[in-house]
């Protein structure tokens, strides 16, 4: 049995928190073997919350909360006396997942083991910040979990192992999330028993090959009707919920939350502006709207300082008229 110091912020590092700590303070037998001691969680500070600025926990610190654990919230890893407080923990290993903070050289040589990090794609592919919506966005069918030693760079490290998954066409970020995190339990309890064996591989990575995935902005989310259908429509599938995909009617913001594809007319938009409305009132395919290469449908939206519903409930009570033309704020 390990003892691990568990590092992580998000919904998505949640599962995993809880996979490694199911067992805490017994002795290895036929049921615990594969489960280890989580002696303390680091999770980001606190932040203010809403209007009233009320305090807001992370998933992470909420969840070790209501499990017992212990919970450190440094401001800054490069702080004085944080390297000390997290030596005295006594962990032979630090497991790190979407923590939100580099961690210095002297932070990383404290476990015996190591710090191996959880990632959420198949390394070199997509280092950084947001590589499942980097997927998503760029028409990925594949995605997966990598296991790696921690160094100075961002997501450089050795790798111990990789499994991968499919992405579904009808795939949005929330699904490949939920599949990713499943993975990501199954695959970090494989990597310390490796660890525990002392029979982990270091596989370096081919740097040459690698791609990035940066934090996303709000800006992100505004469409390009000059894209093509399947290009608008991935872009829709991986930013819901945040930062969400939209466009301008009229200077208002147009939120999109689902379309699908009208391919049977084509070859009617050839001459058609992209982002030029086509036609809003039939029942199969709502609110058709031309795009670089044929036209879509958009089946899910929210006006400005409304709520997210269908289509076709929008449009009760709104007129957006053939010919109106999305696109930037005027």
Partial sequence: MLKILFMGTPDFAVPILKSLAKVKNTEIN????????????????????????????????QCALEMGLPVLQPTKMRAEGVAEVLKAVGADVFVVVAYGQILPVNILEIPPLGCINIHASLLPKYRGAAPMQRAILNGDTTTGVTIMYMDKGMDTGDMILKKSISIEPTDRFIDVHNKMATLSCECIAEALIQLERGIAPREPQNHDEATYAPMLKKEDGLIDWNSTTLQIINQVRALDPWPGTYTFHEGQVLKIWGCTPVNEINNVTDNIAPGTVLDSKKSEFPLM??????????????????KRMKTLDYLRG??????????LKK
């Fill in 30 to 61: 036929e049921e615990s073997a594969g489960y280890h001691e989580v002696v303390a969680v680091v999770t980001q500070p606190d932040r203010p919350k809403g209007r009233g600025h009320g305090v807001q926990f992370s998933p992470v610190k």
């Fill in 289 to 306: 709207v031309a795009t670089s290469d044929g036209a879509l449908s958009i089946t899910e939206m929210q006006g400005s300082g409304g």
């Fill in 318 to 327: 709104r007129t957006i008229a053939p010919g109106t033309v999305f696109g």
